[in-house]
């Protein structure tokens, strides 16, 4: 069950569901849900800097998304 529910937020995520989307997986500690989080981020800069994405997002959050090479 687990997996499929990380498997759905995943298909849901977009700069408008992502911040609350990394909030579900460090509550639940999804490790799989953040990789993924991070990696959408990264893939999408403008789209998450048009909508003042990254001001919302943890420290943790922003090293983590620098960390994926594009």
């Keep these: 069950m687990r ?4 498997d759905e937020l995943i298909s849901n ?9 990394l909030d579900v997986a ?4 999804l490790t799989t849900l ?3 989080c991070w ?3 990264a893939h999408n ?11 919302q997002l943890s420290e943790e959050d922003i ?3 620098k960390q994926i090479d594009c």
């Excluded at 997996?3 to 990380?6: K, P």
């Excluded at 460090?26 to 500690?29: F, Q, R």
């Excluded at 800069?45 to 001001?55: A, L, N, P, R, T």
């Design 26 to 29: 460090y509550h639940y500690n």
């Design 63 to 65: 090293q983590s998304i």
């Design 3 to 6: 997996l499929l529910i990380e």
């Design 34 to 36: 953040k990789q993924e």
């Design 13 to 21: 995520l977009d700069a408008s569901t992502i911040k609350d989307i």
């Design 39 to 41: 990696r959408y981020a």
């Design 45 to 55: 800069k403008s789209e998450m800097s048009k909508y003042g994405i990254f001001k």
